[in-house]
T-cell receptor, first 116, second 114 residues
Framework: AQKITQTQPGMFVQEKEAVTLDCTYDTSDPSYGLFWYKQPSSGEMIFLIYQGSYDQQNATEGRYSLNFQKARKSANLVISASQLGDSAMYFCAMREISSGNTPLVFGKGTRLSVIA | NAGVTQTPKFRVLKTGQSMTLLCAQDMNHEYMYWYRQDPGMGLRLIHYSVGEGTTAKGEVPDGYNVSRLKKQNFLLGLESAAPSQTSVYFC?????????????FGPGTRLTVL
């Protein structure tokens, strides 16, 4: 069974600094996808970034990048130049692909607080 | 496009009452999902559907039923609500295919069972 672990319940970062949110995963499927979502205090779930297990390069989307270390089964989210609006819950999620479009399995999340 | 919508946004029930949560999507997605979010637990899958007329159990299906009579709608039912079902419920949908098929989420329904 697939599993996602986020070991940091809460993180603080100074505005304009970079921050790394940790995510490790466990799966026996060689084909899988990794996702990061942001949930601000308003409650909506916002898709940030995706990394496929066979992608050769680490994914990047603006200030977001995914530090994908396949051998270590980690998919850490890096946010550069933090802004006050980055304060939110962040969820790592995974989908196993070999058996089709399976639902995402989520980690428990990390609450990021950006300090001015 | 409205994306994924959920009705109602808030609800308070008494133990033993029943209710149905409605999810609708206008993106012609095949797949739809119901999750619940509890503090410190992340999002846990309740039930999901891979197409009209089909449903499947997720991680925490007990106490819930679902129906997908129309492609655009996915209903979540609580037949006899319990305080343990107090939670925020999210519906999501995604298109066919594998890989980068992100799930689009609705705004959530906050349910309190007294």
């Amino acid at each position: 069974a697939q599993k996602i672990t986020q070991t940091q319940p809460g993180m603080f970062v100074q505005e304009k600094e970079a921050v790394t949110l940790d995510c490790t995963y466990d799966t026996s499927d060689p084909s899988y996808g990794l996702f990061w979502y942001k949930q601000p205090s308003s409650g909506e779930m916002i898709f940030l970034i995706y990394q496929g297990s066979y992608d050769q390069q680490n994914a990047t989307e603006g200030r977001y990048s995914l530090n994908f270390q396949k051998a270590r089964k980690s998919a850490n989210l890096v946010i550069s130049a933090s802004q006050l609006g980055d304060s939110a819950m962040y969820f790592c999620a995974m989908r196993e692909i070999s058996s089709g479009n399976t639902p995402l399995v989520f980690g428990k999340g990390t609450r990021l607080s950006v300090i001015a | 496009n409205a994306g994924v919508t959920q009705t109602p946004k808030f609800r308070v029930l008494k133990t033993g009452q029943s209710m149905t949560l409605l999810c609708a999507q206008d993106m012609n997605h095949e797949y739809m999902y119901w999750y619940r979010q509890d503090p410190g637990m992340g999002l846990r899958l309740i039930h999901y559907s891979v197409g009209e007329g089909t449903t499947a159990k997720g991680e925490v299906p007990d106490g819930y039923n679902v129906s997908r009579l129309k492609k655009q709608n996915f209903l979540l039912g609580l037949e006899s609500a319990a305080p343990s079902q107090t939670s925020v419920y999210f519906c999501a949908s995604s298109s066919i295919g594998t890989g980068k098929n992100e799930q689009f989420f609705g705004p959530g329904t906050r349910l309190t069972v007294l």
